[in-house]
């Protein structure tokens, strides 16, 4: 899964506007544009499509984070230079404050089963004996079950597709 993907499926699920886009990058101290986020959102065939990169992406997680969560006292969060999907399944656990039967039952409903070990697996640090990396099948369930459970009512929209 790519950043903008996931990006937009953020958008989708939380029902985001381009104010709102703009707002999460700034609640972690970046300023973006409209014409960025736009571009960030274009499927990958438009000619206007840009790569969202790692940085700015995290950069926008942890506005996220600061968003559901409220910005705590303190010098800013790190902004990762490198993400992978056990980093941005974390930020994502917290920014939405779930637990482990939370995130379980989102997998779930998104027909995808895990055990609560092999869940908290892919949240311990890279060199741990039990880490296990966190594969897009994983990452991309979560979201699917994330905007079953945030908007249980429709259907995404046209043209947008889990696989």
């Not at 939380?14 to 274009?42: C, N, P, Y």
Request: proline fraction near 3%; aromatic fraction near 10%; charged fraction near 30%.
């Amino acid at each position: 899964m790519t950043n903008n993907d996931i990006l937009r499926r953020l958008r989708y699920t939380f029902d985001f506007d381009d104010s709102k886009m703009i707002e999460v990058f700034g609640l972690a101290d970046h300023s973006v544009t409209r014409e960025q986020v736009s571009a960030w959102l274009k499927k990958d065939d438009d000619a206007d499509y840009r790569s969202l990169n790692d940085k700015l992406f995290a950069t926008f997680l942890n506005g996220l984070i600061n968003d559901m969560r409220g910005k705590k006292e303190g010098p800013p969060a790190e902004v990762e230079e490198q993400l992978n999907n056990n980093i941005i399944f974390r930020k994502l656990k917290i920014a939405l404050d779930l637990q482990a039967e939370e995130v379980l039952d989102i997998l779930a409903m998104a027909g995808f089963r895990l055990g609560k070990h092999e869940l908290s697996a892919f949240f311990r640090k890279p060199g741990h004996n039990h880490y296990r990396e966190c594969k897009d099948q994983v990452l991309r369930s979560f979201l699917k079950g994330l905007q079953l459970a945030t908007r249980p009512d429709e259907k995404p929209a046209a043209g947008f597709s889990w696989d």
